[in-house]
T-cell receptor, first 113, second 119 residues
Framework: NAGVTQTPKFRILKIGQSMTLQCTQDMNHNYMYWYRQDPGMGLKLIYYSVGAGITDKGEVPNGYNVSRSTTEDFPLRLELAAPSQTSVYFC????????????FGAGTRLSVL | AQKITQTQPGMFVQEKEAVTLDCTYD???????LFWYKQPSSGEMIFLIYQGSYDQQNATEGRYSLNFQKARKSANLVISASQLGDSAMYFC????????????????FGKGTKLSVIP
């Protein structure tokens, strides 16, 4: 079972460059999330989506954009990358059930230099 | 105020011994869920165990159990018979609200506890 797949695993960007972090899930989950994890910290929510065509901001959305055109895919776009966006990015999904376990991808390690 | 507090930055445990990782939480929502995730050095986040606020019994999943003390707002993870492969970061997280229907039901994470299992 593939679960939640993130690409790329690693990326180095120069300041001002843009990129898209890809996330896809094959579990038919409606809910999807993007988190970032800074060194020595827990995860913080960037954006989330409750279904195709519906997205909303989380705790730390500045500098990012998302789209959700299909149930499976939830890409995260970084425009004008800044050193403060150096982090590990996790995508997660969950079914719309009460237990609400979120299943995570393996993460993308991004450095902005 | 922090919603999830993990007061132990690092813990050591002897192989085959049990260990308790502390987690306290803060919420005024009567409906919430508490989660523990493991993050090995490879970086992925692995779900371990879940406790709902209305669950009458403490959750158990194999060698993992959750010591849920609602009045104290604590949800400590107990790992029995530690193994070398248990060495990892452990994160406590909380979801507030019913968990279905509209809303983000995001997880709020603590800063984590690094567990090292000694042979």
């Amino acid at each position: 079972n593939a679960g939640v797949t993130q690409t790329p695993k690693f990326r180095i960007l120069k300041i001002g460059q843009s990129m898209t972090l890809q996330c896809t899930q094959d579990m038919n989950h409606n809910y999807m999330y993007w988190y970032r994890q800074d060194p020595g910290m827990g995860l913080k929510l960037i954006y989330y989506s409750v279904g195709a065509g519906i997205t909303d901001k989380g705790e730390v959305p500045n500098g990012y954009n998302v789209s959700r055109s299909t149930t499976e895919d939830f890409p995260l776009r970084l425009e004008l990358a800044a050193p403060s966006q150096t982090s590990v990015y996790f995508c997660a999904s969950r079914p719309g059930l009460a237990k609400n376990i979120q299943y995570f991808g393996a993460g993308t390690r991004l450095s902005v230099l | 105020a922090q919603k999830i507090t993990q007061t132990q930055p690092g813990m050591f445990v002897q192989e085959k011994e049990a260990v308790t990782l502390d987690c306290t939480y803060d919420t005024s929502d009567p409906s919430y869920g508490l989660f523990w995730y493991k993050q090995p050095s490879s970086g992925e986040m692995i779900f371990l165990i879940y406790q709902g606020s209305y669950d009458q019994q403490n959750a158990t999943e194999g060698r993992y159990s959750l010591n849920f003390q609602k009045a104290r707002k604590s949800a400590n993870l107990v790992i029995s018979a530690s193994q070398l492969g248990d060495s990892a970061m452990y994160f406590c997280a909380m979801r507030e609200g019913q968990g279905s229907g509209a809303g983000s039901y995001q997880l709020t994470f603590g800063k984590g506890t690094k567990l090292s299992v000694i042979p």
